[in-house]
């Protein structure tokens, strides 16, 4: 069987399926991680019934989201309503190909690796604006303008950080990202992007930006349920619903992967920690600093959600093209003008 | 410029308090209670609907059907049965129905009954499938509950005076007819309490 199929195509299937699984699994870790959190922020256990501590109140869940029938509303534009959940849980799937989760273990290092990431990003908008402007619904329509005015605005920082990194690696190219942040400054501090003075100003950006991105609290205009119910998901049911909430978990560790692999060393562990073999150990021990970093980000994503109150729509956007584009562009300038001194790596 | 500095660092800083405090918070023990298999002690002042008393010496109700309850309940929610047994002079209860959807808790029949024959019950957990189970019978309940506590009857040994009976209902009457007939004219209700110090001393 193996003989018969081209290698390439063998791995390209096993890669797809197990980033299709690590997704599905991490929205389900994520949820019960996101109610645990939040239940003990406001003091109490959160779910606490399915399972030891309620750790099977996700796959419970799931199950009552699996079974339950797909509605579309009078007047909804069908078509584009059953494809809306697809669109926005997809994308950030496939961009999960070029996360390097370990300096082996990555499906594809493509070389524009970033610009990957960052078109497959953009289209999670699409998603919310196919899926408001489908559902024939006041304030699904209401959520994805707002998202989209939105995403406008907060996708210029995003990808000025990001081009701050690129500049400075001089490659797209993921690994290469990763590569460069080896080693350690003095055997004390990791040469990690966050520690330089310009690389932690494009992180705390970054960060921010991939809140809104993601439509994550204190951002989540996009889905206010005090003022437009469930925003551009209102109308979905079920599995529908269930997609929406997939690619939202993906959206959120692929924002949190990005940040891992483009600021705080990848998979690199601090040097003191280190260990230079390549065997399948090593990549073991690589993937571990690595999902240890992304899910330490989603845990402060989850705080910040449960901390902050959700801003003003004016606020959010007087926030981005007041503070955050003006930061970002001077810290992009600066790190060129320091990449053309002689101290500069 | 200087301010727009300072406006985001203000602004930072305090996002990093609020960061501080649910994180301070999200550590600290839980403070709720798992409610089915905890449930947390009800004040007694809690009015639940309203039950009739087991009185210990006879493990029965305390009512002499005197229709005080039903007369006085602004819901006309209770409906008093009694009936005189053959050779008694007192009326013996047979059926007390609260009609708990008309209710408003007032209270009014808990006040007024002069035997003190009613209290609130301490029942939260009430729900049912139609209204109609909220028709209480309270003998019924009441005779549930003896049975459920295993109460029997205690009777009180008779006191010296006799005659008495040991029969808790004329007890707030009987002292104070005792020492001053004439107040038997008094309305009943401002006699009562004046009484009811007697015993106790
Ligand atoms: S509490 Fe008030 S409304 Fe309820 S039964 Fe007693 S008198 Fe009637
Ligand atoms: S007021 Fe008290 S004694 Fe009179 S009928 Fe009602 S419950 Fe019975």
């Excluded at chain 1, 007047?75 to 070029?98: E, H, M, N, Q, Y």
């Excluded at chain 1, 004390?188 to 991105?213: H, K």
């Excluded at chain 1, 560790?253 to 280190?274: D, I, Q, S």
Aim: glycine share 8%; hydrophobic share 45%; aromatic share 10%.
């Amino acid at each position: 069987m193996t003989e018969a199929l081209p290698p390439e195509i063998l791995r390209i299937a096993v890669s797809v399926a197990v980033v299709v699984i690590f997704a599905f699994a991490n929205a389900a870790i994520m949820v019960l991680v996101e109610r645990k959190v939040c239940g003990h922020i406001q003091r109490r256990p959160g779910p606490f019934e399915v399972g030891p501590h309620g750790l099977l109140q996700t796959a419970v869940d799931g199950l009552k989201l699996m079974g339950k029938q797909i509605l579309v509303p009078r007047g909804a534009d069908g078509k584009l309503f059953r494809l809306a959940p697809v669109l926005s849980f997809v994308p950030p799937i496939a961009a999960l190909i070029v996360v390097p989760f370990s300096s082996r273990l990555q499906v594809r290092d493509l070389d524009i690796g970033v610009l990957f990431i960052l078109f497959l990003a953009a289209l999670n908008v699409l998603a919310i604006l196919v899926a408001g402007w489908s559902s024939n619904n006041k304030y699904s329509l209401f959520g994805s303008i707002r998202a989209v005015a939105q995403s406008v605005a907060y996708e210029i920082p995003l990808l000025i950080c990001l081009v701050t990194i690129v500049l400075w690696v001089g490659s797209f190219r993921m690994g290469d990202i990763v590569q460069m942040q080896q080693g350690s400054w003095l055997w004390v501090i990791p040469n990690w992007f966050v520690f330089t003075p310009m690389g932690f100003v494009a992180f705390l950006i970054y960060f921010i930006t991939g809140m809104a991105e993601t439509n994550r609290a204190p951002f989540d205009l996009p889905e206010a349920e005090s003022e437009l119910t469930a925003g551009f998901h209102t109308e979905y049911a079920g599995m529908g619903f269930g997609l929406f909430f997939l690619g939202e978990y993906t959206n959120m560790v692929l924002v949190c992967a990005v940040a891992t692999t483009l600021f705080l060393g990848g998979w690199g562990a601090p040097a003191f920690l280190e260990v230079t073999s390549t065997g399948v150990l090593a990549n073991a021990y690589q993937l571990g600093w690595f999902l240890l970093k992304t899910y330490g980000l989603l845990v402060v994503m989850i705080w910040i959600r449960w901390t902050f109150p959700r801003v003003r729509f004016d606020q959010l956007l007087n926030f981005c093209w007041k503070i955050l584009i003006p930061i970002s562009l001077a810290n992009l300038a600066v790190t060129a003008l320091w990449l053309k001194t002689p101290f500069a790596g | 410029m200087i301010n727009y500095f300072k406006e985001i660092f203000a602004g930072l800083w305090t996002l990093l308090v609020g960061l501080k405090l649910t994180a301070r918070y999200a550590v600290a023990p839980t403070v709720t209670c798992h409610y089915p298999y905890q449930t947390l002690p009800i004040t007694p002042n809690f009015r639940g609907h309203t039950d009739l008393v087991i009185d210990p010496e006879t493990a029965s109700d305390k009512c002499i059907v005197c229709m005080m309850c039903e007369n006085t309940c602004p819901s006309q929610c209770i409906e008093v049965i009694g009936e005189k047994p053959e050779g008694s002079k007192k009326k013996v209860l047979t059926a007390y129905r609260l009609d708990f959807t008309k209710c408003s808790l007032c209270g009014n029949c808990v006040e007024v009954c002069p035997t003190s024959a009613l209290e609130y019950s301490g029942d939260y957990q009430l729900a049912g499938y139609s209204r109609h189970e909220f028709h209480f019978e309270l003998l019924e309940r009441l005779r549930g509950r003896v049975k459920a506590q295993g109460i029997v009857p205690r009777p009180k040994p008779a006191p010296p005076e006799g005659g008495a009976e040991a029969e808790a209902k004329p007890r707030k009457v009987r002292p104070k007819a005792e020492e001053a007939p004439a107040a038997s004219l008094e309305p009943k209700g401002e006699e009562a309490p004046k009484a009811e110090a007697k015993p106790g001393e």
